[in-house]
Nanobody
Framework: QVQLVESGGGLVQPGGSLRLSCTSS????????IGWFRQAPGKEREGVSC????????YYADSVEGRFTISRDNNKNTVYLQIDRLKLEEPAVYYC?????????????????????WGQGTQVTVSS
């Protein structure tokens, strides 16, 4: 059974940092990119970053480039999203996702339609 579990959310001050984790099980991560998405209240879900375990490719949305860093620990089947300099307008539920059983040899995408397996999300709150 494919499963994705996010953790690490919480309350952060503007300008603060947070590291989110996405631990996967039930599939081999090599050919199944992991994407991070977020959904703020009243807004559509948007892709923020993704990584392909096979070729190491990673991408970022323009809005988070330079502040968010995606990485992976294959031994732990975990993908991390380091969030730095969090903005007051960025509270949201952060989700990780993958596409399974389809495989992707190279690259990854930030489009929601490219993913069909989702975690339950972790809440990130920004408040001073």
């Amino acid at each position: 059974q494919v499963q994705l579990v996010e953790s690490g959310g919480g309350l952060v001050q503007p300008g603060g940092s947070l590291r989110l984790s996405c631990t996967s099980s039930g599939f081999a991560p090599d050919y199944h990119p992991i994407g991070w998405f977020r959904q703020a209240p009243g807004k559509e879900r948007e892709g923020v970053s993704c990584i392909n375990n096979n070729d190491g490719t990673s991408y970022y949305a323009d809005s988070v480039e330079g502040r968010f860093t995606i990485s992976r620990d294959n031994n732990k089947n975990t993908v991390y999203l380091q969030i730095d300099r969090l903005k007051l307008e960025e509270p949201a539920v952060y989700y990780c996702a993958t596409d399974w059983p389809a495989t992707t040899i190279q690259g990854c995408a930030l489009e929601e339609s490219e993913y069909n397996q989702w975690g339950q999300g972790t809440q990130v709150t920004v408040s001073s």
